[in-house]
């Protein structure tokens, strides 16, 4: 393999533990053990994590090492107010060239969800959904350094998707505002695609707020930190309480 090739593949190993999940928010990274599962040298690892660190994937404490980065409350309401940045300029030009066979092909996917949605199967089909259509609306507005900045913004997106993803009210909720913004570019209208849009992301945001805030609030009943809260906020810890959500039950 070519030095270039064992960097991808040492970037790509972290960067899925980190997006998944299995390197937790705080989680310590260490790179003697990650250039031993990859069989490589420490070398690229640490190129890996240099760039992961100015990415915001990662946090470096002299004398402590790397550790995974916490999402905080700030960090939440401001790459989503980026995302629909990025999403509701690009959607005022792509709304035209977004083909209506793209658009049915994406419909008919959301169609098919299965009818159990707190199934883990569900839920990664239907983030595959999620993803296709918010990247659609990106890719075909043309704007080649928007796409390149948007994409640099899928994983923490990845990451925060994870708050809301055991909040089968969100899943129902955000199913139906999809079909919406696919009808309404099928009309090829940008008025109803922008306001559509913006709705979703309005809801989205809010509605990541609220679980994350909730959370917060019975870890801290329990006597945990603000920053171990913060972290299992992130990372859904199984032993944490459950949590009653506006009618929806949720299960950290």
Aim: proline share 3%; glycine share 4%.
């Amino acid at each position: 393999m070519t030095k270039s090739s064992i960097t991808d593949a040492a970037y790509k190993h972290i960067y899925d533990a980190i997006v998944s999940g299995r390197y937790g928010a705080g989680a310590p990274i260490s790179e003697n053990l990650i250039a031993k599962e990859l069989c490589i040298s420490r070398s690229p690892v640490r190129e890996v994590l240099n760039r992961m660190l100015v990415e915001g994937f990662v946090v470096q404490y002299p004398g402590r090492g790397t550790f995974v980065t916490t999402l905080t409350r700030q960090d939440i309401e401001e790459i989503l107010d980026l995302r629909a940045l990025f999403e509701l300029h690009a959607v005022k030009l792509s709304y035209r060239f977004i083909s209506d066979d793209t658009l049915i092909s994406i419909q008919e996917r959301f169609r098919s969800l299965p009818n159990d949605r707190e199934s883990p199967e569900s839920q990664l089909i239907y983030y595959e959904c999620d993803r296709s259509l918010h990247n659609t609306i990106v890719w075909y507005c043309g704007n080649q350094r928007l796409i390149n900045f948007y994409k640099m913004t899928e994983a923490q997106l990845k990451r925060i998707q994870r708050i809301t993803s055991k909040d089968p009210e969100h899943f129902t909720t955000s199913v139906m505002q999809h079909m919406q913004i696919i009808n309404v570019l099928l009309e090829h209208s940008q008025e109803r695609a922008v306001f559509y849009l913006k709705e979703h992301l309005d809801t989205v945001k809010r509605r990541t707020l609220e679980m994350f805030t909730a959370y917060e609030n019975a870890s801290l009943v329990t006597g945990m930190s603000a920053g171990n809260a913060r972290i299992q906020a992130g990372d859904f810890i199984k032993e944490s309480p459950n949590i009653f959500l506006g009618g929806a039950h949720v299960d950290f």
